[in-house]
C-alpha cells in the first residue's frame, strides 16, 4: 500500500511541477512583453518551446536529483538545496541551448522573471506538501498503522527505513520480539509481547498492516501465522529470510505472470542502464566503424609490407557470462605469435591468469607503433556493432584464462567486455596484479552509471591522446 502510496505522491508532484512551469512560464512572458520593446519580443514559437523544453529538462533533473524519490529527505535544508541545484541547472541548459539554437531575441526580463517565478514556486509547493506529509498526514485519522514483528536487530532495521519512507501518512504502532520479550521498549517501539500474542494484538490495536522480519533460522508455521492476518483483513509484508543488511544487497521482489520471485542480479545496471548503455554503443561504434574504415586502406598497406600475414588479428575471447566470440584488431605481432606464447611464459609480468610482457619480441615494427596510438584497437567497433562487446566494459580474457579463474575472478565476466574501461584508464601498464585489475572490474561492475561510463570514454581519449601506458 506505501508504495502505491509513493507512486501516486510522485505523480502528482510531476503533474504539479509541470502545471508550474506553464504558469510562471505565462507570466514571465507577460512581464518581458511590459518590459521590452516590440523589436525585442520573444516570438511566440520560441516562447512555447523554451517552456517544453524545461518541463521535459525538470523532470529528468528532479529525478536526477532524487526530488521524485520515495525517501524522506533528512531536512528541509537538504531539499531546498537540491531544488535550488536542480532548477539553476535548468536555466543554465535552457540558456546554454537558446544560444546555441540561435533563438534571438531571447530576453532577459524573460529568463530571469522565469528563474524566481519558477523557483519560488516549486519551493513552496514542496514545502507545503512536504509539511503535510511529515507533521499532520502521521497523525490524522486514516494514518497507516504497522506492526512489526522479528528480531530485534531486523526490527530495528525495518523500523529505520519506514521512518525514512515517504507515505501518505503511517506510524509503527509497536513490534513482537521473537529473540527477547523482557524489554518493554525497543529504541521508539513498543514492545507488544511475543509472537504467540499475535491474535490479540490485532484485536486490540487498529493495524493495518504487518511486516514479519523474521531471522531465517526460527522456526515457526508462518503460514499459520499469515493466514490469521488475511482472514482478519490485515494487509502484510514479509522480509526476506535471505536478507543481510551487513552485506550489499540485490536482492529484490519481483513477478513472473502473477508468480511472486525473489531475483538477484549481480551487477548495478538496470533494464534501462543497459538500453541507454546499448544506444551509447551503437553510436559510438558507428562512428568507430566509419574512422576504421577511412584508415584501413593505409593501415592494412604498413602491416603488409612490414611483416607476412593477415591484416586482422582474430583470437577467441569470452563475453559476458562464458560467451564465446572473436575479437578483432590490427595485427600488431608476427603471424605465429600465439605459437610463441609459451615460450615467453616464464618472463609473464602479471600475477595471476593474465599475460603481458614488457617489450615482447613478437611485436612488430608498425604493431608498436599501432599500440603506443591505438589503433590497433579499432576493429574491435565491429565487435561493439555486433553487440559482442561495449564501448566501456571489462577486458575481455582468453578462454585459457577463464579455466584459471579462482571463483570470486568469475564475476568479472557478468558484465559485457569493453574496448576500455576503468582498468586501462587507471594506469593500463601500471598494474601487475591480476587480483587488482579483478577489483578495479568489480568496482566498476557494482558501481556503474551512464555519467561514469562517459566519464571513463573521456578519460581513455585524453590517455590515447597522451599516449599513456599503451605500448
Not at 524545461?54 to 529525478?63: D, E, K
Not at 608476427?334 to 600475477?351: G, H, I, P, W, Y
Request: charged residues 25%; proline residues 4%.
Amino acid at each position: 500500500m506505501i508504495s502505491q502510496q509513493v507512486y501516486l505522491i510522485v505523480n502528482i508532484m510531476m503533474l504539479l511541477d509541470g502545471i508550474i512551469l506553464i504558469v510562471t512560464g505565462q507570466l514571465a512572458y507577460s512581464i518581458s512583453l511590459e518590459v521590452v520593446s516590440d523589436s525585442n519580443v520573444m516570438a511566440w514559437a520560441d516562447y512555447i518551446g523554451s517552456v517544453l523544453s524545461l518541463m521535459f529538462l525538470n523532470n529528468y533533473l528532479m529525478g536526477k536529483n532524487e526530488l521524485y524519490s520515495v525517501r524522506r529527505f533528512p531536512s528541509y535544508r537538504v531539499m531546498v538545496y537540491a531544488l535550488l541545484r536542480t532548477v539553476t541547472l535548468d536555466f543554465i541548459i535552457l540558456t546554454t541551448g537558446a544560444m546555441l539554437i540561435g533563438i534571438r531575441p531571447f530576453p532577459r526580463s524573460f529568463l530571469v522573471s522565469y528563474f524566481f517565478l519558477s523557483l519560488i514556486s516549486l519551493l513552496l509547493i514542496r514545502l507545503s506538501l512536504y509539511y503535510y506529509l511529515d507533521h499532520f498526514a502521521r497523525s490524522n485519522f486514516n494514518a497507516w498503522k504497522i506492526l512489526l514483528v522479528g528480531s530485534e536487530a531486523r526490527i530495528k532495521l525495518v523500523a529505520h527505513a519506514l521512518e525514512k519512507q515517504r507515505s501518505w501518512g503511517h506510524h509503527i504502532v509497536g513490534c513482537l520480539i521473537v529473540d527477547d520479550k523482557d524489554s518493554q521498549e525497543r529504541g521508539n517501539l513498543r514492545n507488544l509481547g511475543g509472537i504467540e500474542e499475535i491474535d490479540s494484538v490485532l484485536r486490540k490495536y487498529e493495524i493495518d498492516e504487518v511486516v514479519f522480519a523474521l531471522p531465517k533460522e526460527y522456526p515457526i508455521e508462518l503460514e499459520k501465522v499469515l493466514q490469521k492476518c488475511e482472514e482478519m483483513g490485515v494487509a502484510l509484508k514479509i522480509v526476506p529470510g535471505l536478507f543481510n543488511p551487513d552485506l550489499p544487497q540485490r536482492l529484490r521482489g519481483e513477478s513472473l505472470l502473477g508468480i511472486p520471485t525473489l531475483a538477484y542480479y549481480s551487477g548495478h545496471i538496470s533494464a534501462s542502464g543497459w538500453f541507454y548503455k546499448r544506444l551509447v554503443d551503437l553510436l559510438g561504434g558507428l562512428f568507430g566503424f566509419l574512422l576504421l574504415l577511412i584508415m584501413y586502406p593505409l593501415v592494412a598497406l604498413m602491416i603488409k609490407v612490414d611483416s607476412p600475414g593477415p591484416v586482422f588479428f582474430k583470437q577467441e575471447r569470452m563475453g559476458r557470462n562464458g560467451r564465446k566470440f572473436y575479437l578483432y584488431k590490427f595485427r600488431t605481432m608476427v603471424a605465429d605469435a600465439e605459437a610463441k606464447q609459451s615460450e615467453l611464459l616464464k618472463e609473464n609480468e602479471m600475477r595471476g591468469p593474465m599475460f603481458k610482457v614488457e617489450g615482447d619480441p613478437r611485436i612488430t615494427r608498425v604493431g608498436r607503433f599501432l599500440r603506443k596510438t591505438s589503433l590497433d584497437e579499432f576493429p574491435q567497433f565491429i565487435n561493439v556493432l555486433k553487440g559482442e562487446m561495449s564501448l566501456v566494459g571489462t577486458r575481455p580474457p582468453t578462454p585459457n584464462e577463464v579455466k584459471q579463474y579462482e571463483d570470486w575472478h568469475r564475476r568479472r565476466i557478468s558484465s559485457k567486455p569493453g574496448i576500455t574501461g576503468q582498468w586501462q584508464v587507471s594506469g593500463r601498464n601500471k598494474i601487475n596484479n591480476f587480483s587488482e585489475v579483478v577489483k578495479l572490474d568489480l568496482e566498476y561492475i557494482d558501481n556503474w552509471s551512464f555519467s561514469k561510463d562517459l566519464w571513463i570514454l573521456c578519460k581513455t581519449v585524453w590517455v590515447v591522446l597522451a599516449r599513456k601506458g599503451a605500448k
